[in-house]
């Protein structure tokens, strides 16, 4: 069973770097054709995607948020992270990882909270 769990900080102040860290078990994440996404979720935005890392390394980005993310693995701890450079109170969100293969629903984790606030 594929399940995904998010952890990280949930209170960044602004200026800071929003780092947080997915936990996969259940599958490889280097495993052939699956890639692992991060979504976040704020009122007024709904569901926004901010990009993902394939399971051989590619990576991709929300044009919008490129010039200050940067997704990455650890594959000795099966993680993908997700690193938001210069934080503001506008990315205060629900943060979701989500894995994913093709032709299929994709696994979702809990979600985490985090605030970007002094």
């Known amino acids: 069973q594929v399940q995904l769990q998010e952890s990280g900080p949930g209170l960044v102040k602004p200026s800071q770097t929003l780092s947080l860290a997915c936990t996969v078990s259940?599958?490889?994440?280097?495993?052939?054709?699956?890639?692992w996404t991060w979504i976040r979720q704020s009122p007024g935005k709904g569901l926004e995607w901010i990009g993902c890392?394939?399971?051989?390394?590619?990576?991709y980005y929300n044009p919008s948020l490129k010039s200050r993310t940067s997704i990455s693995r650890d594959t000795s701890k099966n993680q993908f992270t997700l690193q938001l450079t210069s934080a503001i109170p506008e990315d205060t969100a629900v943060y979701y990882c989500?894995?994913?293969?093709?032709?299929?629903?994709?696994?979702w984790g809990q979600g985490t909270q985090v605030t970007v606030s002094s």
């Open positions: 989500v894995g994913r293969i093709d032709f299929s629903f994709g696994n």
């Open positions: 890392i394939t399971y051989n390394a590619y990576t």
């Open positions: 259940g599958v490889s994440i280097t495993t052939a054709d699956y890639y």
